[in-house]
């Protein structure tokens, strides 16, 4: 069958769906697979995630439409409406090719358990040179104005040494640079036995010859002295930090829920700027969140 895949989203969703394409090859039969890997963080996202299935349904009437992700555990018969023949969250994505086999044969695939990251390996990234090394998955922060955490399920982290034999892989296949990505990289390895930082899951990286590694979006209470030093003696790890700020208010930022200050934010962003040669940073900012006035407006 040929199988076509639609991403919408982050970084995160841009990997699974390489998975997706991974798992899906050579799928036996005739006809069409087109399956769009959702988004739900913003209305918009929804939107355009029910969109793009109706847009499929009236250009491929005999295609099997299949909606995964997070607008799929979000909202599931909402993506069933506008056409999706299977609808799969983020616990089952994984097993997309049984779902498929057994609907073909007219059967259903029932919902299964988490299943550990170290199960989750691409062999390239199709749409990147930049290849996208998923490490970790799940949050527990909770920010108010959040919903990813809700429907990415508990905390689960891809084992360094695992880690770094995708690297090693993705290397292989010509990439000159892997982005590590997870929906919170700050709470990366404390699901795992010994709980492996985000340090320790550098250097183990580190080891492949020949590739430059690029952290994706990290919170600042998850930058340690450590990876500040770090990033400052090897060469090989790109200098970019994108540290999402959202609120310049530390009262704002406590009715997000984040769980850092202003005065944090400060100081991790001084001293990367300070011991990283070359550092540069990014951020992400939120206005008009409920109970913003023009004093936390200004601060921001």
């Not at 709980?195 to 209470?221: A, F, K, Y």
């Not at 997000?256 to 011991?275: D, H, K, Q």
Request: aromatic letters at 4%; charged letters at 25%.
């Amino acid at each position: 069958m040929r199988v076509s895949v639609h991403t919408l989203g982050c970084r995160v969703n841009h990997y699974e769906s390489q998975l997706i394409r991974e798992l899906l090859e050579g799928l036996p039969g005739t006809g069409e697979v087109h399956v769009v890997n959702t988004c739900t963080v913003t209305s918009l996202a929804a939107r355009k995630s029910r969109k793009l299935i109706r847009k499929l349904r009236r250009e491929h009437p005999r295609a099997l439409i299949v909606a995964v992700g997070c607008r799929a555990t979000d909202a599931p018969e909402e993506l069933r409406e506008a056409g999706a023949d299977i609808v799969l969250g983020n616990r089952d994505k994984i097993r997309i090719r049984e779902a498929v086999e057994a609907f073909l044969g007219g059967e259903s695939l029932p919902s299964g358990p988490w299943v550990p990251l170290s199960a989750e390996r691409i062999q390239r990234d199709h749409k990147h040179v930049r290849a996208i090394l998923k490490v970790q998955d799940g949050c527990t922060v909770a920010c108010t104005f959040c919903k990813t955490w809700q429907v990415r399920g508990p905390l689960r982290s891809k084992p360094p040494e695992v880690a770094r034999q995708e690297a090693e892989c993705l290397a292989a296949s010509g990439h000159p640079e892997v982005v590590v990505a997870g929906i919170n990289l700050a709470q990366y390895g404390l699901d795992l036995p010994g709980q492996p930082t985000l340090v320790d899951l550098l250097h183990e990286l580190l080891r492949v010859p020949g590739i430059r590694i690029r952290l994706s979006s990290l919170n600042p209470e998850g930058v340690s002295r450590e990876l500040i030093g770090l990033f400052a003696e090897e060469t090989r790890l790109c200098p970019y930090f994108h540290l999402p700020l959202q609120s310049g208010d530390d009262r704002v930022l406590s009715r997000m829920g984040r769980p850092y200050t202003v005065s944090l934010y400060r100081s991790v962003a001084e001293e990367i700027l300070e011991r990283v040669p070359k550092a540069t940073l990014g951020t992400d900012v939120m206005v008009g969140f409920p109970g913003e006035d023009e004093e936390a407006f200004g601060k921001t």
